[in-house]
């Protein structure tokens, strides 16, 4: 009869070992290999839970909707003073950073004294600002939801993109990668829950509105699926968005708004 041998605690360890020890250091190595200077994930996370827990339910015309406004101006004013600090470290480095907090009324649309905060970055010369793109996200929040998806965690997404693109080396806005234009003017709006009162104030009333040649627009619709191109009017946005690592789409809800069935 012949016996077979078995294996032990320690052949098996043998045998794992190239596995046990080449998983972890591949990972280790992988981890050290990705860019250091990236969106914060967990940045944006406590951007939008100050937003929707700490400070709450942001209707138009609350207490926590002024609360929300400071806080965002607050930002915007950070992100600017980073911005000098960067440039002043990296002598002709051509990049500017500007900051309005607008606020007016509607009178066509009923709104009194409405706000919006307005960050543009460009290279600083008057051709580097003569077209832009805006990318839009909101304050507000409707009335059944404190709005931590609906539009916290945008807001929270467009702050990082700004610290992110400023903190880049070299990087000047002729030709930005993500805004895609010579510069870019990030408009955090208010009243969106309430027609797009915030978007009308900047389009109507700001001086810098007649610049903008295209808009992305932060928006979301639940709390769970994929990010997705839900909405598009422009071929050539369409077009430069297939460039992204996984571009994801659908024709149908733009067929549905386009029909008027929905607002």
Not at 23 to 45: D, G, M, R, V, Y
Not at 136 to 146: A, F, G, Q
């Amino acid at each position: 009869m012949v016996r077979t041998q078995q294996w032990g605690p320690v052949q098996s360890l043998l045998a794992l070992a190239p596995l046990l020890i080449g998983l972890p250091w591949l990972a280790l190595k992988h981890q050290f290999s990705l860019p250091t200077l990236i969106l914060s994930e967990t940045t944006i996370l406590e951007y939008a839970k100050c937003l929707s827990e700490d400070i709450g339910y942001r209707t138009p015309g609350t207490r926590e909707h002024a609360l929300a406004d400071a806080w965002m101006t607050q930002k915007a004013y950070q992100l600017k003073e980073g911005c000098k600090r960067v440039v002043a470290a990296q002598p002709g480095r051509k990049l500017q950073c500007e900051v309005w907090t607008q606020e007016g009324s509607g009178r066509s649309s009923r709104y009194v004294n409405l706000s919006n905060i307005i960050i543009r970055l460009s290279d600083g010369t008057e051709q580097g600002k003569a077209d832009a793109v805006l990318v839009n996200s909101h304050l507000d929040s409707t009335l059944p939801s404190p709005g931590a998806a609906d539009d916290a965690l945008a807001v929270g997404v467009m702050i990082e993109c700004v610290r992110v693109l400023v903190n880049t080396p070299g990087w000047e806005p002729k030709h930005a990668v993500i805004f895609s234009s010579a510069n870019a003017d990030a408009v955090f709006s208010n009243a969106e829950e309430s027609l797009q009162d915030g978007s009308h104030l900047f389009s109507t009333q700001h001086p810098i509105a007649s610049i903008v040649r295209a808009v992305v627009n932060l928006e979301a619709a639940g709390t769970a699926g994929p990010e997705l191109l839900f909405q598009a009017t422009s071929h050539e946005m369409i077009q430069a968005y297939s460039h992204v690592p996984r571009p994801y789409g659908t024709i149908f809800a733009n067929e549905i708004f386009s029909s008027g069935v929905l607002l």
